[in-house]
């Protein structure tokens, strides 16, 4: 079953107040804000686990040794695909439902390229959230959708106030919407093939992520990132640095990758000159704080 809503928080929210399950869900450290302030509106419990290295999705052991340890204590897991990550999940699904038949799995693919028609699911996730909002792969100006498993719950439900989330009915219709999706997914493809290709060859490969959490934006880790930020944007450029821990200094892992990451942008709102530009003052940043490394840190 697909749904659609005018923000994919709003999906989120339904389908947890629908559930309604008293057991406190698996979110990642890195988790973006909008996820917990829905889970707090929906009035549903959750858990904070670190995320794991290289590919910063939530800490599988992790995660699996709660499950197991804990048996039915867990109502579900949001399994973030850091930065449009594609890499499949469904080995650790498996093994989450081999533990516990009823977790609900929520594949958050919110950063990742839109799948109007549901053919690259994972087979093992209850339901798969994807957004066309703002900043998103393909931005279509707001709007979020899901594909749900036949058996899941999914109904319009009111909470008691609502401050920053707009449960307005949807006034596009599915079969638009669609269109414009698709035709943005094109669009940014065709911009993230040029724009990717630039950051690759002109900054150095030690710096840049690996190519499965570039689908986003163009990750790059730093030193100093606040400084390389301040020239980005004294320049006329802009940058950004998602994403923090949601709780600061209890996790490690995604408290370290917070540290040094720059998030270049690859979308319509960037082109090659800006690409070049932004590449020319990531370097000059660089040899900046090589000078600056006291004898101890070479």
């Not at 197991?68 to 867990?74: G, I, M, S, V």
């Amino acid at each position: 079953m697909l749904v659609s809503e005018r923000r994919a928080s709003v999906v989120l929210f339904k389908l947890l107040r629908s559930r309604a399950d008293p057991r406190p869900y698996l979110l990642p450290a890195n988790v973006c804000p909008v996820v917990p302030a829905a889970f707090a509106l929906a009035q549903q419990p959750f858990v904070i686990v670190d995320i794991a290295e290289p590919w910063l999705e939530i800490d599988p052991d992790a995660s699996m040794s709660r499950v197991r340890d804990r048996p039915n204590e867990y109502g579900g897991l949001v399994f973030v695909r850091p930065y449009g990550s594609e890499r499949d999940p469904t080995s650790f699904f498996n093994g989450l439902k081999d533990e516990q038949p009823d977790l609900f799995i929520i594949d958050d693919k919110c950063l990742c390229r839109p799948d109007c028609d549901g053919e690259r699911l994972s087979p093992r996730s209850d339901a798969t959230l994807f957004s066309t909002g703002r900043a998103k792969y393909a931005d279509i100006g707001g709007g979020g959708f899901a594909h749900l498993a036949p058996s899941v719950l999914y109904a319009d439900v009111e909470p008691a106030s609502v401050d920053w989330l707009d449960l307005t009915p949807e006034e596009t219709a599915w079969t638009e919407r669609r269109r414009h999706t698709i035709e943005a997914i094109r669009a940014a493809d065709e911009q993230k093939t040029v724009l990717n290709e630039i950051y690759r060859r002109v900054l150095p490969r030690e710096i840049q992520f690996p190519d499965e959490l570039q689908r986003w934006r163009f990750n790059i880790r730093v030193p100093r990132p606040e400084l390389l930020i301040d020239s980005i944007f004294a320049a006329g450029l802009f940058a950004s640095r998602h994403y923090p821990p949601v709780v600061a200094g209890e996790f490690p892992i995604a408290s370290r990758v917070h540290e040094t990451i720059v998030n270049l942008f690859s979308d319509r709102h960037f082109d090659p000159d800006r690409a070049r530009r932004i590449s020319e003052l990531v370097l000059r940043h660089l040899e900046q704080s090589d000078r600056l490394r006291t004898p101890l840190e070479r």
